[in-house]
């Protein structure tokens, strides 16, 4: 299973940027468990941002609560991390994440993480 991000880039503060995110690669029938987001600014760790679940039950982290939001296509096995109101703060490498099942011979779970997508908000 592999995943493919799209979508960063540069803005000013207070503007918007959606991010994708796709799973495919697969020659068995898998599922997306959940889709997670996460960010990593210059010099600091990785930390998650939103979460959805196949379920759609959602999470975000207190710093983005109420600007960014989540969703998820479980039959596309996409999703998009729709982040408005901007900040500098917010600037950092996202990547998506992944947690699959996948039916080969056996059960196979997984985590699928994309290449990461630079996120640049200016002053």
């Known amino acids: 299973v592999q995943v493919v991000e799209s979508g960063g880039g540069l803005v000013q503060t207070g503007g918007s940027l959606r991010l994708s995110c796709a799973a495919s690669?697969?020659?068995?029938?898998?599922?997306?468990?959940?889709m997670e987001w996460y960010r990593q600014a210059p010099g600091k760790e990785r930390g998650l941002v939103a979460k959805?679940?196949?379920?759609?039950?959602?999470y975000y982290a207190d710093s983005v609560k109420g600007r960014f939001t989540v969703a998820g296509d479980n039959a596309k096995k996409s999703g998009f991390l729709q982040m408005n109101s901007l900040k500098p703060e917010d600037t950092a490498v996202y990547y998506c994440?992944?947690?699959?099942?996948?039916?080969?011979?056996?059960?196979?779970?997984?985590?699928?993480w994309g290449q990461g997508t630079l996120v640049t908000v200016s002053s």
């Open positions: 959805i679940t196949n379920g759609g039950s959602t």
């Open positions: 994440a992944a947690d699959y099942t996948e039916w080969t011979e056996s059960t196979v779970v997984g985590r699928a």
């Open positions: 690669g697969s020659i068995f029938r898998f599922t997306v468990n959940a």
